[in-house]
């Protein structure tokens, strides 16, 4: 593997709408990513994914552009992004956008002149259909439920979403798109960009010709995974992509890739791969079903381990996978993967430390760095988001009470991830002066920036720890570089393995409440990382407390 400028660093996500909002309006803006650049900073932080800020009528929060060249007015200007790339250059530090071309929004112009001459140019930058009565073109489900087929306005046609309707998906097999997306790529590359993060990627390449599949819910229609399963030669796409944008500039990009074969993951990210880095989703699929959110479970810790060795043995060291608990589709991870009734500042540090000490890419979300957690839903109301809209629909569909469909909400919305930053204790939690777009997590007053700080013990310190160590030159080059050797994988609730590079080092976290004792080959030379501020060490055993989780170097 060649090593590149991006291996060593560390990311964040940022979600611009519940960020920072500097002028009262209750959504957050540019404005409020550049004040608050020196608190990354002191984090740590080296890269910055910014969620879709372009223009956009915010259907999907922004994964809905209505406009590729143009900042959306409820962020800020042009003028601000420039100065945020320019900020975020003087500390040494690199701005990724979202790239989101699977789909435009039905806003573009593209789509409204392909509205106005569906047989003309723009028709052919999407799917479109002829309209017969009765019928649709394919059997489709939409990822946020119902047909993927809508019908063009003013014609006798229907076009593809496979996400929202108003997010038509762009037609990838036409040069003319790719001609216009690799332009806006660049575009964005001169202006200074680190990068970009790809949306729903694996999308672009339908199974041609398109045709219906297996029903696999009463609606009689298909998930789009059956589609995508079948759909060929995405390489073509990605690596021309690759080649006209990204290859030329050095620039980081990391896919949002979810079905790649084991086989394919040295043309994805492998030297000279399509991305220079992918999530890894293994954790976020586990315990789902195709039925829908009501259907799918809570993963315990033993499956938590095994999703993440199994990702780091598929990976080895072809590439450098990246590395998440939560992101802004998910749940807060710590509400996810600690054991319900046992979420507390210690399993906070702990599934932290596991999850960053991976070999990869390190993305934190905003928050997770406080240990933001769920929301208590009360009411559907409360709801913002179409994803989650569409699941309770589904859960009440299947048979759920209103109170078991909100449960369901409450557990796997991506609005748990969504609401404000939290950053003081006091109003709105000091996200914004107005009314928050999105309602502040009630927990503000205990969980906030403000208050972690300067408390040496609190889950950001923590964070901060971690980071620091990464960096250590000392370290570095196994915090990075070195191998993943998974030990102790059959012992339950926990879960441990080393890094070896030019040191090596044991990784370890009781997953547990109960204290578990392990037992060490040799002896060690130094904690590394302690979230307690003891351990119980003798002879070669160590006791570890509840969720204890320690870095040692052997
Ligand atoms: C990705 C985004 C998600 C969005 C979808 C459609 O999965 O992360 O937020 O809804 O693509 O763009
Ligand atoms: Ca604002």
Known sequence: MTKKWWNEKVAYQIYPKSFYDTNGDGIGDLRGVIEKLDYLKDLGIDIIWLSPCYRSPLADQGYDISDYYDIDPRFGTMADMDELI???????MYILMDLVVNHCSDE?????????????????FFYLRDKK??????????????????????????????????????????PEVREEVYKNINWWLDKGLGGFRIDAIINIKKALPLHDYEPDREDGLSSIHNMLAEAQGIGEFLGEMRD???????????????????????????????????????????????KGWYDCRQITPDEYKACCFGTQRKIGDIGFVSNIIENHDEPRGVSRYIPEGDCCDASKKMLGGLNFMLRGIPFIYQGQELGMENVKFES?????????????????????????????????????????????????????????WLRVNENYKKINAESQINDPDSVRSFYKKLIALRKNPEYKETVVYGALEPVWEEVHNLMAYYRKGDRTLLVVGNYQKEPQTIELAGGYKKILINNYDHAAVSGNKIELQRYQFLVLEM
């Not at 609401?419 to 000091?430: F, I, K, L, V």
């Open 86 to 92: 320019a900020e975020a250059k003087k500390r040494d």
């Open 380 to 436: 559907i109301d409360q709801v913002d988001d179409i994803s989650t809209l569409d699941e309770y629909k589904v859960a009440l569909d299947a048979g759920c009470t209103q109170d078991e469909a909100l449960k369901v909400v409450s557990r796997f919305s991506r609005d748990n991830a969504r609401t404000p930053m939290q950053w003081t204790d006091g109003e709105n939690a000091g996200f914004t002066t107005g009314k928050p």
């Open 244 to 290: 006209r944008t990204f290859k030329k500039y050095d620039a980081f990009s990391v896919g949002e890739v979810f079905n790649e074969k084991p086989e394919e993951i040295p043309d994805f990210i492998g030297d000279n791969g399509y991305f220079s880095s992918m999530f890894d989703f293994a954790e976020t699929i586990c315990g789902g079903s195709e």
């Open 108 to 124: 573009h112009e593209w789509f409204k002149k392909a509205c106005q001459d569906p047989d003309g140019k723009y028709g052919n």
């Open 133 to 174: 009565e009765g019928e649709l073109p394919t059997n489709w489900r939409s990822y946020f439920g119902g047909s993927a087929w809508e019908d063009l306005p003013g014609t006798n046609k229907q076009y593809l979403h496979v996400f929202h309707k108003k997010q038509p998906d762009l037609n990838w097999e036409n």
